[in-house]
């Protein structure tokens, strides 16, 4: 019998670098959910889509902040959705500044070869946000992320 192993990939810093435009989305979808500038000095890095939307909230003033404390669970909600949203349209610029990093095209193929191994992606980034990325850098497939 041939052992079944699981190879679980996170997106960016992992598989890929691609640039700055994720902020720009979560920028955007912070200003469509709540119609504010979003705050400046969220380090995103290690933050999933979700927590960046928190970062957010948690740096605003203190009366804005509660307004949306108290839309609970909607709020995160309606961030993912807005995020989804604002993927859509940025193929050209996310291809432009997305690149796998150094040996990763090789591991990946190396690894789908290999009978036994699944590969899956697991992210804070939203699906579509995810998809996009892996497109841009050639690690897509037309049946699934890897």
Known sequence: MTPQIAVCWDVDGTLLRAGRVGGSVLRAAFVE?????????????GLTDRLVADAYRDLLPRDAAAALHAR?????????????????????????????????????AALAAEPGV??????GNVRAGAEAKLRAAGLARPDGPL
Not at 82 to 97: N, Y
């Open 33 to 45: 959910v709540t119609g504010l500038d979003a705050p400046e000095g969220v380090v995103m890095g």
């Open 72 to 108: 609970g669970d909607e709020y995160g909600v309606a961030f993912a959705d807005a995020v989804t949203r604002a993927w859509a349209g940025r193929d050209a610029e996310l291809a432009a500044v997305t690149a796998p990093l150094p040996g990763v095209p090789e591991t990946v």
């Open 118 to 123: 699944t590969q899956v992606v697991v992210t």
